[in-house]
């Protein structure tokens, strides 16, 4: 079965402690997306990659550190210096394209910082 | 940071009645135009891409419009029915940003009464 997986569901953190989210996925997509959802709001960019070992800061990248060694996965660490890290976060991909191509998303993470 | 507006931000129609809502985006710089939904504990999962003016989608009894012109698109869903409860997404891709880098509005949230 193809599609993305992000693990866990639910996380819970200390504050000043740093947090990875894993996300994976088996649709042979170049092109990974992080994205962070609150409540009222859209969903905001937080970094990118097109291709392996490559990626771009989004809209709200502060705070935030990814890496892209393998094509399958695209793990976003949340560190202490992110101010208001609980929210809802969405990992997803896609076929690599202008912003054409439909994105593909996985099921999220819900992280709750304490 | 650009501006993708969605109205209304939320809905009630009776099952059985159409229904419609917009988005709307930047005239200028356009580039593709896209539609999610996304229902309650699920991920979003995309209804279209559309990216040429006048273009216009249908997908069962759910269908779209784009006007780049202008900037905006119309959803519009006939006959609702309970399963068509959940939140539309639109995102819009500029052309001059970033290869795959899409900005989403805040969302439609369409509950559908019985």
């Known amino acids: 079965d193809g599609g993305i997986t992000q693990s866990p569901k639910y996380l819970f953190r200390k504050e000043g402690q740093n947090v990875t989210l894993s996300c994976e996925q088996n649709?042979?997509?170049?092109?990974m997306y992080w994205y962070r959802q609150d409540p009222g709001q859209g969903l905001r960019l937080i970094y990118y990659?097109?291709?392996?070992?490559d990626f771009q800061k989004g809209d709200i990248a502060e705070g935030y550190s990814v890496s892209r060694e393998k094509k399958e996965s695209f793990p976003l660490t949340v560190t202490s210096a992110q101010k208001n890290p609980t929210a809802f976060y969405l990992c997803?991909?896609?076929?690599w394209g202008q912003g054409d191509t439909e994105q593909y998303f996985g099921p999220g993470t819900r992280l709750t910082v304490t | 940071i650009l501006n993708v507006e969605q109205s209304p931000q939320s809905l009630h129609v009776q099952e059985g009645d159409s229904t419609n809502f917009t988005c709307s985006f930047p005239s200028s710089n356009f580039y593709a135009l896209h539609w999610y939904r996304w229902e309650t504990a699920k991920s979003p999962k995309a209804l279209f891409v559309m990216t040429l003016n006048g273009d216009e989608k249908k997908k069962g009894r759910i269908s779209a419009t784009l006007n780049t012109k202008e900037g905006y698109s119309y959803l519009y869903i006939k006959g609702s029915q309970p399963e068509d409860s959940a939140t539309y997404l639109c995102a819009f891709k500029e052309r001059k940003s970033s290869a795959s880098k899409i900005i989403f509005g805040s969302g439609t949230r369409l509950s559908i009464r019985p």
């Open positions: 649709l042979n997509h170049d092109a």
């Open positions: 990659s097109q291709i392996v070992n």
């Open positions: 997803a991909s896609s076929i």
